[in-house]
Each structure stands twice: as C-alpha cells, then as structure tokens.
C-alpha cells in the first residue's frame, strides 16, 4: 500500500492517481533523472519504465521529465517543510 511509502511521495501519488509502480519510478527518476539507467536499477524493462511514465505524464499535465521533475520536487519539499497539504496543487 502507498501507506509504506514516504509520506509526502504517497501524497503525491495519491494527489494525481499514481500506482505504486508509477511512484517508484518517479522516485527513483528524482534521483537518477535517466530513465533507462533507472529502469535497470529496479529491474524492469525499458519500455515498462516508459510506459509507466507516459502514464504519469498524462496524470500529471506535463510532458517532459524537465515540467515533472520540478513538479514532484517542489510538491513534496514543500509537504515535507511546512506540512501543508497537496491537494491545492493539481496543474489547472
């Protein structure tokens, strides 16, 4: 469950419809911002890896990982600092 998950990124995740397997890449992607080299590191194919994250791009209204990167940074830092909730912060 996404209870497991580091708090804000499951806030996250919950804020825009994200699957587990959609969070773990994102999280992992924040770190690596390859999606390849990112996909090996937790043992899925390239082409799940960009599946997932066509998936996440249309959940999220961005397209490209330089609008999703800050996106997810922002979001969660900012959930993490002040403890405000994610929920005013869906992309119009």
């Known amino acids: 469950p996404l209870e497991e998950v580091h708090l804000p990124c499951a806030a996250f995740a919950r804020l825009y419809g994200l699957t587990r397997a959609e969070l773990r890449l994102l999280t ?3 770190l690596t911002h390859d999606a390849d080299k990112t996909a090996a590191e937790i043992g899925i194919r390239k082409s ?7 998936h996440i791009y249309a959940k999220t209204a961005t397209s490209k990982l330089a ?3 800050p996106l997810f940074a922002h979001s969660v830092l900012r959930h993490e600092l002040t403890g405000e909730p994610l929920d005013d912060e869906v992309a119009s």
């Open 67 to 69: 609008d999703l990167l």
């Open 48 to 54: 799940t890896a960009k599946t997932h994250l066509s």
């Open 28 to 30: 992992s992607i924040s």
